[in-house]
């Protein structure tokens, strides 16, 4: 037996019992005659003591040749700390070493394994088993486990039934670029790793598995933008013969039970909200609500004046900010500037303080009287000491510049509190997005998501009007989940794709399967999935998803522990089929 107790759970009442402890040592302290070992595992640490007047002289001789990170086992008597730490579990004792013996030897690690540690990132990453012994790495990781815990607890009481499905699968468009991996056996055949596994668990409604769902990696090769992981984990789910409004219920259920169980938080029903509605109150679809600086459209109050940059503007939008009057031309010059970023792309910004006496000052004073920026305040919501700041342009790109204010603003002043939780639903999206680059529609959530059935007509004469039956959940302004009622049958589905640019040959060719399927006897479902890396993160208080991942991916998609991606040797290359010299 290695140990009788772990280094976390020994207490005062422990006293006089003789133990076996193994851990690392954190760090030891040598007084020549007393020795003081702090002990550590995953569970905590204890205190040991080797004592001149009471240990064994060769142990104490052994107990100074300790280095940091040393893997040892002791026997020892728990003893009651003279002086006590209040700052740890354990520390009411200590225990007094009888019998010391190196398990392993440890050089010095690169980085303090402290909780505020020396190492950057890199070199963290780099040594991510040395980075989990810190705590705040591993009580990440433990966190996750607890949330994933009571996801599987929560979906199982409900029926829910979690089943694998394949990673080596065919490629399905669904936005991103594939994985792909040779197939030895079918030369110049590639499987694809599964962006998500829409397409198998929509087959498994069609199986009659009823209600599935499947904590699982997915796999997208993005270009990358911070904080995406090319790998990343999604509690998945699929359910048959539901409308909209049960998959709502079932996943903010889900939700709730995670809050009340993680913060011990109860939260009444999440609001709804459309996609419209967000974009006009937000431009965004994932808002934060947590605080309101809610856009004010001014296309009334603000046009037919002599001001023609707003007279052109399609549409012209301002938000308070509270109590920014106070601020400097210098400071709003720095805001002027930040928007005009090529990240934001406004091309200019207007202003107006709601001063403390009731009068406002702007920089279009020259087109604008106090009546007219009076309106501008009721628009906006502006009071006393508010600083209203105006955006205009095309109203899509305008909103979401303003957007992008709208949350540079809240994380400066503070308003976006992490131990705060504000959940909704944001549905009825559109169903097809145009796209610029390829000069046509794509499917907005994925081309298995059904339309509105009263907007089917539109599909031929006003596509981008058509509503879909799709949901995101958000929170704290993460998307942290989406999905859609389905398509379930061959027709909606054929008409789908080919209002998608596929010909009939492209969409029986890599779809043929899913839609033989509908044939037989395919249930009304439908479904979301959850990112479970955000989640996590969010529920802990944090945005980095990469400190909820034990070993993640850097910004260029490379694993630097294990140095991949990495070149493999011509002969497995000949064996795969794969010519790298024919590419060139
Ligand atoms: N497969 C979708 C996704 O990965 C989720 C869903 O529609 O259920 O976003």
Redesign the pocket.
Known sequence: MYRSHNCGELRAADANKEVKLAGWVQKSRDKGFMIWVDLRDRYGITQLIFDEARTDATIMQQAKSLGREFVIQVTGTVIERESKNANIPTGDIEVLVTELSILNEAQVPPFTIEDETDGGEDIRMKYRYLDIRRNPVKNNLLFRHNVTQEVRNYLSSLDFCEVETPYLIKSTP?GARDFVVPSRMNPGQFYALP??P?TFKQLLMVAGMDRYFQIVK?FRDEDLRADRQPEFT?I???MSFIEQEDILQVFEGLTRHLLKKIHDIDIDAFPRMTFDEAMRRFGNDKPDIRFGMEFGELNRVAQHKDFGIFNTAELVVGIAVPGAASYTRKQIDELIDWVKRPQIGASGMVYCKCESDGSFKSSVDKFFDQEDLKKWASATGAQTGDLILVLSGPAFKTRTQLSALRMELANRLGLRKPNEFSPLWVIDFPLLEWDEETGRYHAM??PFTSPKKEDIHLLDTDPGKVRANAYDLVLNGNEIG???IRIHDKETQALMFKHLGFTEEQAQEQFGFLMNAFQYGAPPHG???FGLDRLTAILGGQETIRDFIAFPKNNAGRDVMIDAPAAIDSAQLEELNIDLRASK
Do not use: K, P
């Open positions: 669904e962006q998500s829409q997915c999604q998945d789910c699929e959530h994925h989406g999905g859609s479904g979301l999935a």
